[in-house]
Every structure is written in structure tokens, then in C-alpha cells.
């Protein structure tokens, strides 16, 4: 499968980053590299191979492949695709060569206490990060993919380390949402039946009287359960499903502000947009503006 594996004690020595904005019959280079690839396929689709298995990316994809591997790509990329690239090292003492099969205890640790100190066996781990997942349902990885192109892009002083650090923590929340979508047992089975309940009725206000009634379970224990395994409250989760939903009717219709604001069920523009604000990082005007400077 071809795996790319991250040290807890080290971080990825970013070679560049780009963008790419398919336009015509275009196709992805062939190669055998020196540094591993992440792609972020923003929209469209886009066709890779690598060791002869193909992977077909659409809007939300991410994907590593993995340095030392030929790979291509195919007549299945569209004209429009918007895609974000990372080109980047192993650090020099990342040497780790693991089956899925033998992750280390990083992966253990996600729901585990808050610890005050930290051992340095704890960073004694490997993350293998993800072939292929869709973070299209976290509206806050776009943003973070965005502002690290702009820190590439920009000339702040030891940039490539505050790069490679930044590529470092997206990588880890990359690999934190693919946990979460494999943890067995019971009450994580409820909490993504939940998370996918809020992402169903994300078009309208979170009623907690008809959670209780449809899950026939206490609200403050679904709420404690929740926050315990993915990290936010129900009310953070339903607010960024609807935020995410906002803004896919701004980019694919001709919706303006305040229909959306109103199609949501928010209640008035002004409230709407202070929400969508605090979850992208940007004011709905900005965020409008930025589809069409991306494209």
C-alpha cells in the first residue's frame, strides 16, 4: 500500500508546495521521487497511479504517495480541478519502514487523558498517515490548507521551519479524522451515528428535544459522549455541518447571504455570518471572493 509513516519525534522537511488548476487534457507527471506528495484535491477530480493501483481524487481527497514509488496519472483528471500539493522529506533519522499492522501508540493516546507532563516515551511513536480520505466534512482543514500556502508563499523570517511545522499539524489532524472514522465499540458506533444524524439535518437549528426522542438516551450523556470521542460539543459539530453546507451553496449556486442565511435556518444574516466567521476564518463576502481568486 505503499505508506507514509511520520516520526512523533521529528516533522516533514517540506521541499514546496503549490497549487494546480487543471485547464484542457492535462495529466499528472510521471515520476519515481526523492520526496513524498500530498494532494489535496480542492474540486474537481483528478486520476493518479502509483505501482500500477490507480486512485481517483474528488473534491475533499487527500492523498500521500510515497517517496521511492513510480507514479503517474491518467486521461481521468477533469478540466477545473482545483488541487493544493505538499512536496516534502523524511527528516534525516526517519529510517521507519511499518506495516499498517504495527502502529505504535500514537493512535491509542487520542482519547486518552490530558496529561500535564509529558514522557519522553510518548514521543517515541509513528504516525502512518492515510492512502487516500475525505475531510470534506471539516470545513477547518481547507482553511488550514489555505494558510499554509500563504506562509509558504509569504517571506517571514525561517519560513521553511514554521512551514514544516504547520505541514506537521495538518498532517496530524489528517491522521486524527482517519481514527476517528476506525475505532470499534459501542459508544463510538452511537457518537458517528450522531455525527451523522447532525450532518443530515445540518439545514436547520439543532433540536435537542428530537435527539433525545431519536436516540432514546439522555442529552448530557450523549453530549459528554460526544465530546469525549471527537473532540467538540454536538453544538460545535451541528454549527460547523451547517457552516459547511453555507458554504457549498456560496460556491455552487447563485445564492447571495442572506437566502443562505435564511436557508439554514439562522436568525438574521448578521448572526449567520458571525458564525461562518468563527468556524472558516473568514466572512462569507471574503470567503465569495477567494472562490473566484482560487479559480
Not at 516533522?11 to 506528495?37: K, M, N, S
Not at 470534506?136 to 517571514?156: C, I, Q, T, V, W
Not at 448572526?271 to 468556524?279: A, D, G, Q, T
Request: net charge neutral; aromatic share 12%.
Amino acid at each position: 500500500m505503499h505508506e507514509v509513516i511520520l516520526l512523533g519525534s521529528e516533522y516533514p522537511l517540506v521541499r514546496d508546495i503549490g497549487t494546480t488548476y487543471t485547464q484542457g487534457r492535462w495529466i499528472h507527471p510521471e515520476r519515481v521521487a526523492d520526496y513524498h506528495v500530498c494532494i489535496y484535491c480542492i474540486q474537481g477530480q483528478m486520476q493518479v497511479v502509483e505501482d500500477g493501483k490507480e486512485y481517483i481524487l474528488r473534491d475533499g481527497d487527500i492523498m500521500f504517495l510515497k517517496k521511492g514509488v513510480h507514479h503517474w496519472g491518467g486521461e481521468g483528471t477533469l478540466p477545473g480541478t482545483s488541487t493544493l500539493w505538499i512536496h516534502f522529506y523524511d527528516s534525516p533519522n526517519n529510517q521507519v519502514e511499518l506495516p499498517a499492522t504495527e502502529q505504535t501508540s500514537l493512535h491509542q493516546m487520542l482519547f486518552a487523558p490530558t496529561d500535564q507532563l509529558f514522557s519522553k516515551s510518548q514521543y517515541e511513536c509513528t504516525v502512518v498517515l492515510p492512502k487516500l480520505m475525505n475531510v470534506k466534512g471539516f470545513p477547518h482543514m481547507n482553511r488550514k490548507a489555505r494558510e499554509l500556502y500563504e506562509l509558504y508563499s509569504s517571506s517571514r523570517p525561517f519560513r521553511h521551519l514554521y512551514v514544516s511545522l504547520e505541514t506537521m499539524s495538518l498532517f496530524l489532524e489528517i491522521y486524527r479524522i482517519s481514527l476517528m472514522r476506525h475505532i470499534p465499540g459501542k459508544s463510538d458506533a452511537l457518537v458517528q451515528k450522531l455525527a451523522r444524524y447532525l450532518e443530515e439535518h445540518c439545514e436547520e437549528e439543532l433540536d435537542i428535544e428530537r435527539i433525545k426522542s431519536t436516540f432514546q438516551r439522555n442529552y448530557n450523556y450523549l453530549s459528554t459522549l460526544f465530546k469525549a470521542k471527537l473532540g467538540t460539543s454536538i453544538f460545535c459539530f451541528h454549527e460547523r455541518q451547517r457552516i459547511m453546507k453555507a458554504a457549498e451553496l456560496l460556491k455552487n449556486t447563485s445564492m447571495n447571504i442572506t437566502e443562505v442565511s435564511y436557508a439554514l435556518q439562522f436568525n438574521s444574516p448578521y448572526y449567520f455570518s458571525r458564525v461562518f466567521k468563527k468556524v472558516m476564518g473568514e466572512s462569507p463576502t471574503d470567503y465569495i471572493k477567494n472562490i473566484y481568486r482560487m479559480k
